[in-house]
Each structure stands twice: as structure tokens, then as C-alpha cells.
């Protein structure tokens, strides 16, 4: 049987990260990965999904803006041709650099299936047939895969976000049940590029996880493009007629009917296959992984980071934890610390958090203060035709510590870094007010919000 090193499950922005800081710190690395190098994130997720909210925003663009004295006559939109561009110059070239990098640092990468048959071997099932292979640390980089609502016929018109990204041709009609981060890209995304969107949300306003105004702002977009918005809605049934979907919603007779309906309810750990109980691997009723600062199971040579672990489910906090688990396998002190983990969603206006809400700020004692500067005061909002928006910044009233931000408009997802960092270093709104940001910038914002916190505002 082969003795490895530091062996690595999953390829997506945890595994493959783990595995090229564990290479730099000297450990012999290994990934076992059951389909594509770079995980969901950059194949069906976070990337492909990015690449088609830049057609959506090239198309329209294309379309022309006649206040600015910008007219087209005409405009021919192939779907096809952008999704080629997706998949061939975005998406596989990033996988070609992802295995690149791992190429590089001289990691392994074994293609196949792995369980575990104890708390030192793994079974690596191959078309070929199966082997096993003992280690001294494993890593669980397996990511998450979309929820599926049982009742839903089978159909190949009901999609999950994959599905949605890979379809061939551009919906007529599309009806997404579930507005948080990835229904709601997905949904803007689509309006347009032509499709008649209607989304489907079961609490009492879409983005739930954020913020009630942000919420307003968002929706106030998705108005505009012409979306059916329907909040508070449970879907019941879903019947398929002929090329039609006839979506029921709970409580409403009348069906929404739709050519191609995306589900996106939420996302589930992918620890099913992975044979964690032969391993004494604890698992939470969640389906989650329990693991403690150091990203260690409650078996000592096995770690667990991103999906499969309690937290958002963000790309780059599975990143994060990776770096910290390589470390600690490596020998070095380090512990993992969500002291501020920003998220984005990148709708038009784009929001983006970081650190904590007022009031979850007051709610863990500080003595919290929100301060809102809005972007329509910000010159560079004003010269890029824009206006909607603002940028919160929340702080401790004693010590001036800041303590967390939320911010929508152009670029919140660029912006917020300033403020992560500022948390991270222990800035206080002080120490922003007095930072020279450039002119004109939409970061210029975030100046003017420390200077209004601090009871001198310029420019409002």
C-alpha cells in the first residue's frame, strides 16, 4: 500500500489552495479529485456565473444610452456564441492555470472517487478499478452541491444553477425559486439578457441575509428590468405540459408558467460518499463537519475547510481556512479567525459586507454607532451616470474601533477590502477619516462616511 504525505479531497478553492501552501512548507502533497481541477467555484459556480453577468452587462451597454447621446440602430445577441466564450475563454482557462499551479509546486493529482476505509486510508475508486492508499494528514476540500426539492417532477427543463449555466439556449421564460446570492445573480443576469424572469422567494423580501434597505435597493433594480418579484411565496407543485412548466404557488390558483424553471434553495455539504463514520469523523445533524480554530475533526490527522464546515459558504473563506490547515499540518501556530469575512452578491447595484450588522454589533455589547454617507454624493458616482447606494460603516462608539461595514453600488465588491482591512488591523474611524483616498474615486466614500462619523462631513 502507498504512504502518503498530506492528502487532499476536492480541487475547488480550498483543496487546491491547501495543497500548494502545504507544497511551499515542504509537505508531499497529493488531491484526489472525482471531476474537474478547480471545483465548483470556478466550473459551475462562482466564475461561469461572473462571466455571464459581464454579457449581461456588455449587451446592455451595446444597447446604447441616449442621454449620453449614445444610439444604436440595432443589436443581434447569440447566446451560444457567449456561452463558448464562457466555457473555452474563461472557464478552462482558468482550469488550465489552476493545474498549472499545482503542476508547479509538485502536487499530485489523482482523478478519482475517495472514502475513507479508517482514520489512515483512503479507497480510490477509478474506471480502472480501486486501490488504497494510507496517509499521515487528509484534508476534506468536497465542497457543497444545490438542494433538491423532492417533489419536483423530473424534467430536463427544472434546473439547479449548473444546469442554468450550461443551458443551451437563452429561456423565453424563467421562473427562479430562491433570491439569495446565487438566484438573484443568476435572475438580473438573465433579464438582461432577455429572458422573462419571475423570482420566487419564500420569506418576506429577496437577499434575506442582508439588510431590509439593501434588499429595497436591489429589488428597485430588478423592477426596473421588467422581473416578477413574488415574496412570501412557497412553490407547491410544479406540472409539466408539453414544453411548458406551470409552477403553483402556495395559496395562488393561477400557475406561473415558464419555459425553464432554476431552483436555488440552498446548498448541502458534500460528505455523503465519503465514509466519515469508518473514519470517526463527527459530523453535526447539519450534515456539516464539526472541526475546532484549527480546522481539525475530532479525528487529529483529518481536517475538514470550506463547505463542509459550518460558515458561509464563500469561496474565499474556504481559501482562507486552507491556508490555515496547510499551516498547522506544516508545524506552524496558527488558528482560523472570522473576525471579518466579507461576502459580495454581485447584482446591479452590487452589495457587498463585511464584519458585523449594528445591530449585531450591539447585540455582542459593543456600544455600536452606524454612520451612512450616500454614493449620490460621491463625484464619481455622479460622472458614471449612477446615483443609487451608500456605504455604512459601524463602529464602537468608546474606542472608535470599526467594527464592520455594508455597502451598495458600483464596485461595493472592490470597496469593501478597505474596510475588511481596517477590522483586521484594528483601524478606528479616526484613522480612515485621516487616510488620503484619490479624487475622484467611489472609494472617496468611504472617507467621507469616517469624516461624517466623526462629525465633520465635507461633502454632505
Not at 399 to 404: A, D, S
Not at 419 to 425: D, K, N, Q, R, V
Amino acid at each position: 500500500m502507498k504512504t502518503l504525505d498530506t492528502v487532499i479531497i476536492g480541487s475547488g478553492p480550498g483543496g487546491y489552495v491547501a495543497a500548494i501552501r502545504a507544497a511551499q512548507l515542504g509537505q508531499k502533497v497529493t488531491v484526489i479529485e472525482k471531476g474537474d481541477i478547480g471545483g465548483t467555484c470556478l466550473n459551475v459556480g462562482c466564475i461561469p456565473s461572473k462571466a455571464l453577468l459581464h454579457v449581461a452587462h456588455e449587451l446592455k451597454q451595446a444597447y446604447g444610452n441616449k442621454d449620453l447621446g449614445i444610439k444604436t440602430k440595432e443589436v443581434e445577441f447569440d447566446f451560444a456564441s457567449a456561452q463558448k466564450w464562457k466555457n473555452n475563454r474563461v472557464v478552462k482557462k482558468l482550469r488550465l492555470g489552476v493545474t498549472g499551479l499545482l503542476k508547479k509546486n509538485g502536487v499530485e493529482v489523482i482523478q478519482a472517487v475517495a472514502s475513507f476505509k479508517n482514520a489512515s486510508t483512503l479507497v480510490l475508486k477509478t474506471e480502472s478499478g480501486s486501490e488504497e492508499i494510507s496517509f499521515k494528514h487528509c484534508i476534506i476540500a468536497t465542497g457543497s452541491s444545490p438542494i433538491v426539492l423532492p417533489f419536483l417532477p423530473k424534467s430536463n427543463r427544472i434546473v439547479d444553477s449548473t444546469g442554468l449555466l450550461n443551458i443551451e439556449s437563452l429561456p423565453k421564460r424563467l421562473a427562479i425559486v430562491g433570491a439569495g446570492y446565487i438566484g438573484s445573480e443568476l435572475a438580473q443576469a438573465f433579464a438582461m439578457m432577455g429572458s422573462q424572469v419571475t423570482l420566487i422567494e419564500g420569506t418576506d423580501r429577496i437577499l434575506p441575509g442582508f439588510e431590509a434597505d439593501i434588499s429595497a435597493l436591489v429589488k428597485k433594480s430588478f423592477d426596473a428590468l421588467g422581473m416578477k418579484i413574488l415574496t412570501s411565496a412557497k412553490l407547491s407543485k410544479v406540472e409539466e405540459k408539453g414544453d411548458e412548466l406551470h409552477c403553483f404557488i402556495e395559496g395562488q390558483s393561477e400557475a406561473c408558467v415558464v419555459d425553464t424553471l432554476m431552483v436555488s434553495v440552498g446548498r448541502k455539504a458534500n460528505t455523503q460518499t465519503l465514509g466519515l463514520e469508518q473514519a470517526g469523523v463527527k459530523v453535526a445533524p447539519s450534515g456539516l463537519i464539526e472541526v475546532n480554530e484549527l480546522g481539525q475533526t475530532s479525528v487529529k490527522n483529518i481536517y475538514a475547510i470550506g463547505d463542509v464546515v459550518a460558515g458561509l459558504a464563500l469561496a474565499h473563506k474556504a481559501s482562507y481556512e486552507a491556508k490555515i490547515v496547510a499551516e498547522v499540518i506544516s508545524g506552524h501556530a496558527s488558528a482560523i479567525d472570522y473576525k471579518a469575512m466579507p461576502a459580495v452578491c454581485y447584482t446591479t447595484p452590487e452589495v457587498a459586507t463585511t464584519g458585523l450588522t449594528l445591530e449585531e454589533a450591539k447585540k455582542a455589547g459593543f456600544s455600536a454607532k452606524a454612520s451612512t454617507f450616500p454614493m449620490v454624493a460621491n463625484s464619481r458616482t455622479t460622472a458614471n451616470g449612477g446615483g443609487e447606494g451608500f456605504v455604512r460603516i459601524v463602529f464602537d462608539e468608546k474606542t472608535q474601533l470599526v467594527l464592520g461595514a455594508q455597502i451598495v453600488g458600483e464596485q461595493a465588491g472592490e470597496m469593501i477590502t478597505v474596510i475588511t482591512t481596517a477590522i483586521e488591523t484594528s483601524l478606528t474611524i479616526e484613522d480612515i477619516a485621516l487616510t488620503i483616498f484619490p479624487h475622484p474615486s467611489l472609494s472617496e466614500a468611504i472617507m467621507d462616511n469616517a469624516e461624517l462619523a466623526m462629525g465633520y462631513p465635507i461633502h454632505l
